[in-house]
């Protein structure tokens, strides 16, 4: 079980990508066809990366779609496993087949 938070994508969009190459939130709304509101919201976390999206940013800031899905699947693994509901399903589940 990951203790801390894995980075997510938003956060690696805005520090890894944008600001060191001053790409403001405008240009990439401009450049991918998005609204400028549904960049913001990528960057702040409040809309998750889709495999459209993955590809989108993979091929306007030329990384792989992989890239994205996968920060995006760790944040989402993390945050369920973080949830009330999460832990106590999980405690008082038995393994079906072999341990995991």
């Given at each position: 079980m990951m203790n801390v938070r894995p980075e997510v994508p938003g956060d690696v969009l805005t520090s890894?990508?944008?600001r060191p190459n001053k790409i403001t939130q405008?240009?990439?709304?401009e450049t991918t066809g998005w609204t400028r509101k549904h960049?913001?919201?990528?960057?702040?976390?409040?809309?998750?990366?889709t495999p459209e999206s993955a590809l989108v940013l993979g091929r306007v800031l030329s990384t792989k779609p992989?890239?994205?899905?996968?920060?995006q699947r760790d944040a989402d693994l993390w945050e369920a496993m973080q949830s009330e509901l999460?832990?106590?399903?999980?405690?008082?589940?038995?393994?079906?087949?072999?341990?995991?």
């Open positions: 890894q990508f944008l405008t240009m990439l709304a960049v913001n919201q990528l960057c702040r976390g409040k809309v998750a990366i992989e890239f994205w899905l996968k920060l999460g832990r106590g399903r999980l405690r008082n589940m038995q393994p079906l087949v072999g341990a995991a």
